[in-house]
């Protein structure tokens, strides 16, 4: 049976993105939610590829969902300290390879992502806004170094990064999205709003299996079928890797939790990021068992219901064109 949807004010988010064919799912995903999420903006990072090419990714997966009425903002393009590095063994040279999606027609907005966040968080009230960060924390860093006075404006940032059990996957010991930027990862770390880690723990038991692929497919509209399509594309490295029945989809749990909490768990400890060291650059440092007395600042979480997260992805994405 379809979820029923509550008649409740929209939660109002903020996406942070470097889409990516996950990010772009977890796009879609929040575009095909307006009772529960009122999109105020999307702003796009450098991070699986470069800064222009991930805004006009953004653009293409605004104007597949129909939804031309959201504005799209470019952030930064390159981390805080760090050369970038990017992605496109995974996501192609476009970040975005697998369908053949039109040149958007709709532009990008003339403030920076940087400036949008922080004038969003200033002329809102307290607890608000909830940032979804898909990849490296670069702009969330900067708006929160620029305007510390936002930090307890922000409801929650919630974000896709980092691992515990499940190790990394851009070197042993670190997941992409931290590694690219750690040090914007140790700014929001520490700046006192409340964070839920959505880590590899949880996206590695999320997997894109060939069954929920075609149901993608079988959902018989254009958004089906370019999701179909970039799915497929980016399975062949995970796959190739992990040898696993599916591909992990990271990105869409980070929306999925704003939309259903209880679809996961875990729990609130320390978590730090490893900055100083170049075997471990942006390593989680998970504090999972309390074994430190450090004071706990993140909800780390560590299992997803799967099956509710691909019925959550099927039944919404259905609804648009
Ligand atoms: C993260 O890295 C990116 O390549 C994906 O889009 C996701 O945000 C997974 O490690
Ligand atoms: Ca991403």
Redesign the pocket.
């Known amino acids: 049976m379809p979820e029923a949807k509550p008649e409740t004010t929209p939660q109002k988010i903020i996406i942070d993105t470097?889409p990516?064919q996950?990010?772009a799912v977890a796009l879609l995903l929040a575009l095909a939610s307006p009772q529960e999420l009122e999109v105020l903006g999307i702003v796009s990072v450098a991070?699986?590829v470069g800064l222009a090419q991930n805004s006009k990714n953004a653009l293409k997966i605004v104007e597949l969902s129909g939804r031309d009425d959201i504005r799209v903002y470019a952030g930064c393009d390159r981390p805080i300290r760090r050369t970038p590095v990017t992605?496109e063994h995974?996501?192609g040279q476009s970040g975005l390879d697998g369908p053949d999606l039109p040149d958007p027609k709709i532009s990008l907005e003339d403030v920076h992502g940087v400036d949008f966040i922080i004038q969003t968080l200033e002329n809102s009230p307290e607890n608000e806004i909830i940032l979804c960060a898909?990849?490296p924390l670069t702009n969330i860093a900067m708006a929160l170094v620029r305007a510390p006075h936002i930090a307890p404006k922000i409801k929650e940032i919630v974000l896709?990064?980092g691992g515990c059990f499940e190790g990394g996957?851009?070197t042993p010991t670190a997941?992409?999205?931290i590694y690219v930027d750690p040090e914007a990862a140790d700014i929001v770390m520490h700046c006192g709003a409340p964070i839920t880690i959505i880590p590899?723990d949880v996206?590695h038991a999320a997997l894109a299996t060939k069954d929920r692929l075609q149901s993608f497919l079988n959902m018989g509209n254009k958004t089906g079928a370019a999701i179909h399509q970039m799915l497929t594309f980016s399975e062949r490295f995970d796959l190739e890797k992990y040898q696993w029945r599916g591909a992990p989809l990271?990105?869409p749990c980070v929306i999925a939790y704003v939309l259903a909490p209880d679809m996961f768990s875990g729990r609130f400890i320390n978590v730090e990021i490893e900055v100083s060291s170049e075997l471990t650059r942006g390593m989680t440092v998970a504090d999972f068992w309390g074994v430190t007395d450090r004071e706990p600042n993140a909800t780390f979480m560590r299992y997803i219901d799967d099956d509710h997260y691909y019925t959550m992805l099927a039944e919404r994405l259905a609804t648009l064109p």
């Open positions: 470097d990516g996950d990010d991070g699986n992605a995974v996501h898909l990849g896709m990064g996957n851009i997941e992409f999205n590899l996206t990271h990105d």
